[in-house]
C-alpha cells in the first residue's frame, strides 16, 4: 500500500493525493496552517480563566474540573496536570462502557487514591451498550467524515462520554470539561475552548438520534436535557492541555508509573484501557481500507511528536484474532 513518505496516510484515505516526491495533500494543508503556531498563548488563555474562576468562586465550590478519566495514558497524565500543574479541584468522571480492561479500573483506582481525586464511575446497563456497539458494527450510522477519525464503534461511545460528562458538569455547575486528547486528536486552537449551546446542541442531536433509534429513551439520561441548552452562560470550557505542553511518551509512562499507573497487558497497541477498541480497529481497516488512528497518527508525525517509523509501528500490527474473537463472542456477532 502506497503511503505518504512524509506523515504515513495511506492511498486508501478518502480525499488524498500525492505529489511527485509521495507526500500527500492533508501534509501540504497541515504545513500551511500551522505555521507559526504559538502554543504558549494557549496556556496562557488556560491560566488567566483559571484565575478569573478562582476570584468569582465561592469556598464551598466543589469542583474546578470534571476530567474525562478512561484509565488510559493520556488521560491519566492529563489528571495529573490539573492537580499538580494548575491545584486544581477535579472530579474524575469514568464512563463503563462494559469492555475496560480491569487493569484500567485498577489503574483509576490507585492513581485518583495518590492523587487524592474524587472518582465518579457510571455504568450504563451494559446489555443497551451491547445492542448499541453490535448495531454500530454493522452499519456506518454517522456521515462518512467522521469515518476518518474513528470507527463508527469508537464514535457511538465517545459520543456517550462526551454528552453524559457535559450534563453532569452543568448539574454540579463545574466551569471546566478536560480531556486528555493527544496531539493529533484535536488541533491546538480547540485546546481552550467555550462550550457553544447552540452547536453543542446540533452535535448531540447527530449522535442521539442514531443511538436513539436503536436502544430508545433508555440513553436519555446520557445526554444534556432540552432545558439545559437553554441557558447557555452555564456551559463550561472545554480543556485539552497536551494540545500545548510538552508530549513525549517516554516522559508520559514514566511520571504515570510514578502515580500508581501500569500499563494492562490484554489492550492492543492503540488502547492503554478498552478491550473492544481492537475490534472496533478490525471492523474499520476491513470495511475501509485504513487504521481508525491513522487520522491521530499522522497529525502527531507531522508536528514532531513521534517518528514516522513509531506512526507506523502504532498501525501496522494486525489484531489479535483472539481478542477480536473474544468480543464478537461478546457481542453475539
Not at 195 to 216: C, D, E, F, R, V
Not at 233 to 242: A, G, K, S, T, V
Not at 291 to 312: C, D, F, K, T
Request: glycine share 6%.
Amino acid at each position: 500500500m502506497k503511503r505518504c513518505m512524509k506523515c504515513i496516510l495511506p492511498e486508501t484515505f478518502p480525499g488524498i493525493k500525492f505529489d511527485e516526491d509521495g507526500v500527500c495533500s492533508y501534509c501540504h494543508k497541515s504545513s500551511y496552517r500551522t505555521k507559526g503556531t504559538n502554543k504558549k498563548k494557549w496556556e496562557e488563555k488556560f491560566l488567566a480563566l483559571i484565575e478569573e474562576h478562582r476570584k468569582k468562586r465561592a469556598s464551598s465550590a466543589s469542583y474546578d474540573v470534571i476530567m474525562a478519566y478512561s484509565g488510559g495514558k493520556d488521560s491519566t497524565y492529563t489528571l495529573d496536570i490539573f492537580v499538580n500543574r494548575y491545584n486544581l479541584r477535579v472530579l474524575a468522571y469514568t464512563f463503563d462502557n462494559a469492555f475496560m480492561s480491569p487493569g484500567a479500573f485498577v489503574n483509576i483506582r490507585n492513581v485518583c487514591s495518590n492523587l487524592g481525586v474524587d472518582s465518579l464511575v457510571i455504568h450504563p446497563s451494559p446489555p443497551m451498550l451491547k445492542k448499541i456497539f453490535r448495531h454500530a458494527a454493522k452499519s456506518p450510522m454517522y456521515s462518512p467524515k467522521t469515518l476518518e477519525r474513528a470507527s463508527t464503534i469508537c464514535t457511538s461511545c465517545i459520543g456517550m462520554v462526551k454528552s453524559s460528562m457535559l450534563r453532569t458538569a452543568l448539574e454540579k455547575n463545574i466551569p471546566f470539561v478536560g480531556f486528555g486528547w493527544s496531539p493529533g486528536q484535536a488541533p491546538l486552537q480547540s485546546s481552550v475552548m467555550k462550550t457553544n449551546a447552540s452547536l453543542m446542541k446540533a452535535s448531540q442531536k447527530a449522535i442521539y438520534k442514531p443511538l436513539h433509534k436503536i436502544a430508545g429513551d433508555a440513553i436519555n439520561s446520557l445526554f444534556v436535557t432540552g432545558e439545559q441548552f437553554n441557558h447557555p452562560e452555564r456551559f463550561p470550557w472545554n480543556i485539552h492541555p497536551l494540545a500545548f505542553l510538552e508530549y513525549d511518551e517516554q516522559k508520559i509512562v514514566q511520571r504515570n508509573q510514578e502515580i500508581g499507573w501500569k500499563k494492562p497487558d490484554d489492550t492492543d497497541p492503540n488502547s492503554t484501557n478498552c478491550l473492544l477498541n481492537a475490534y472496533a480497529n478490525n471492523i474499520h481497516r476491513r470495511k475501509y481500507g485504513f487504521h481508525p488512528y491513522v487520522w491521530e497518527i499522522a497529525n502527531m508525525v507531522r508536528q514532531g511528536v513521534m517518528s514516522r517509523e513509531e506512526g507506523l509501528a502504532k498501525i501496522e500490527p494486525q489484531e489479535s484474532p483472539k481478542m477480536v474473537a473474544l468480543i464478537k463472542k461478546e457481542l453475539n456477532i
